[in-house]
């Protein structure tokens, strides 16, 4: 991957030639919207067009400013919905527009919720057309057309996911970036990293599960992999962290998840090498360090009395990053692709994942393999869906 040598408005129209085949046309001022219904989070991507006309301003139905209003004067919608304010994109061209890109997520168990409220801001007269992916636009595809009488555009998941980075990748020149140092967790930073020539990339998307893909090209890809390798396999992804840290520890959000794990010490759980051999077994070169046995610790009545809350926490977190990373390792390997871009909401607040998945595999590649990350972490699905976009 080398240095970046064309600027953003040419990549932006190298974008917009390259994302259909027709020409370009011009968009009317409507609600664009992309929707990505995934297994936990229901994320929602929405396009303000900036360069309104004096015409099309007076035009604008009330409800329209009223739901324009509402979405971008806020950052808190009722009591779980977000709009992500550091993510949002300014200057940005959809379809001939130019205008701001805003990202708002919400759980996806709160869609009745979500509904009522789009009823009660008036949508239904506004749009009959949504684009939607993720496995809830197939799910929810009655409801909507019953709340609010919209039909839904859907799109696969996983072409939208694809679409996405690449549109917002060309979109933000600081949307990339990997960890350094690693080797020392006070030295241990954020860099920017060059996404020029990423070809062929493995792709990992950890959401509620997880999808590996091999990415060849802007229209080239394949699913290689989920995290379960044979069919009767049990699937792990960031729905997996959640659930069993919630059972474990009580807590009662992903965020409250990270904070405890971030205070905790998996080492008060886990059994490591050197807790069965008294330090490193030499004879095959493990290390007294390396843990041996993920909650291997659990099982005397004292040593669970003695793990607190965040030690579970931790330990929780670091057993199912382990377990992602060495299976993105060997689609790596079966893929013999070099170039790994880590993506899902799995990451979002989540350094501890994050670095951990960048040690792995610079461990297991002897140095060769650095991951990439990106900002827009779990976006990526919602825009790939709103770039698609036509006039129905
Ligand atoms: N606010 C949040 N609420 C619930 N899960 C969250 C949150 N933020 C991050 N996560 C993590 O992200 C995962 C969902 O990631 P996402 O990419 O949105 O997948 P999906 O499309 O399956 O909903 C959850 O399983 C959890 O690990
Ligand atoms: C079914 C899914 C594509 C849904 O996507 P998600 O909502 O998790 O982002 C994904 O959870 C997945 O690929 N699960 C893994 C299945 C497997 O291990 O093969």
Same mark, same amino acid.
């Given at each position: ?21 027709? /020409? ?5 001022? *409507? ?11 229901? +994320? ?22 009223? @739901? ?6 806020? %950052? ?10 550091? $993510?949002?994109?300014?200057?940005? &061209? ?14 996806? %168990? ?9 009823? #009660?801001?008036? *949508? ?30 859907? &799109? ?21 970036? !990997?960890?350094?140092? $690693? ?16 070809? /062929?990339?493995?792709?990992? #998307? ?23 390798? $044979?069919? *009767? ?18 807590? #009662? ?20 090498? +050197?807790?069965? &051999? ?41 057993? @199912? ?8 390792? *060997?689609?790596?390997?079966?893929? +013999? @692709?070099? #170039? ?38 779990? !976006? ?13």
């Amino acid at each position: 991957m080398a240095p970046r040598s064309y600027n953003k408005k040419q990549k932006r129209a190298m974008m917009q030639n390259s994302s259909k085949e027709e /020409p370009v046309v011009s968009h009317p001022p *409507m609600p664009w919207f992309g929707m990505d219904i995934g297994g936990t989070l229901c +994320k929602l991507v929405y396009f303000e067009p900036k360069d309104v006309t004096p015409d099309e301003a007076l035009e604008e139905k009330e409800t329209l400013k009223n @739901i324009r209003k509402y979405l971008t004067k806020n %950052s808190a919608y009722g009591k779980t919905g977000h709009r992500d304010t550091h $993510l949002q994109m300014d200057d940005v &061209y959809i379809r001939g527009r130019r205008g701001t890109l805003h990202f708002i997520r919400f759980p996806t %168990s709160e869609m009745d919720n979500f509904l009522t409220l789009a009823r #009660n801001k008036g *949508m239904a007269t506004l749009v009959s057309t949504v684009c939607a992916t993720g496995g809830g636009a197939y799910k929810f595809e009655q409801n909507f057309k019953k709340e609010v009488n919209m039909r839904l555009h859907k &799109y696969d998941e996983l072409d939208s996911l694809v679409k996405g980075i690449l549109y917002v990748e060309m979109n933000n020149p600081h949307e990339c970036y !990997y960890w350094a140092n $690693l080797s020392d967790d006070k030295l241990c930073e954020k860099r920017e990293f060059d996404f020029k020539d990423p070809y /062929p990339f493995l792709l990992v #998307n950890i959401g509620s599960g997880v999808s590996v893909l091999a990415v060849y090209g802007p229209n080239n890809y394949k699913r290689v992999s989920g995290t379960r390798l $044979l069919y *009767m396999d049990s699937s792990l992804g960031g729905g997996t962290f959640l659930g069993l840290c919630s059972l474990l520890t009580g807590c #009662n959000s992903f965020d409250e998840a990270i904070e405890l794990a971030t205070i905790g010490d998996n080492t008060r759980v886990d059994k490591l090498v +050197k807790d069965i &051999y008294g330090g490193d077994y030499e004879r095959f070169y493990l290390p007294g360090d390396l843990v041996a046995s993920s909650f291997g610790q659990m099982i005397t009545r004292e040593r669970c009395m003695r793990a607190r809350r965040e030690d579970l926490a931790r330990a929780t977190l670091v057993t @199912i990053t382990n377990n992602i990373g060495s299976i993105a390792r *060997m689609c790596a390997q079966n893929e +013999k @692709i070099n #170039n790994l871009v880590f993506v899902g909401n799995f990451l979002r607040v989540n350094p501890i994942a994050m670095k951990l998945l960048a040690r792995a595999m610079d461990y297991w590649s002897h140095g060769t393999i650095q991951p990439v990350f990106l900002e827009h972490e779990g !976006y990526f699905g919602a825009v790939g869906c709103l770039l698609e976009i036509d006039d129905s």
